[in-house]
């Protein structure tokens, strides 16, 4: 999750552009938070609180 969360902040100032260069500069001024960052937060918050509710089952459960 937090990987996902780094990489989404760190690309979100390329989202709108087409950049081709490999060199950049992590974690500047312009990165930020995106959608895509409170909808993995969302999902990994739901999928806690079904684990501890039981709703989540291991593999014997199908």
């Known amino acids: 999750m937090i990987r996902v969360l780094i990489g989404d ?7 709108a552009s ?5 060199a950049v500069d992590f974690f500047t001024a312009d ?9 993995a937060l969302a999902v ?12 989540i089952c291991e593999s014997e459960c199908f």
């Open 9 to 15: 902040i760190e690309g979100s100032r390329f989202e």
């Open 18 to 22: 087409n950049h081709e260069s490999k």
């Open 31 to 39: 990165c930020r938070p995106t959608d895509d960052s409170i909808m």
């Open 44 to 55: 990994g918050k739901t999928i806690l609180e079904a684990e501890k509710k039981g709703f």
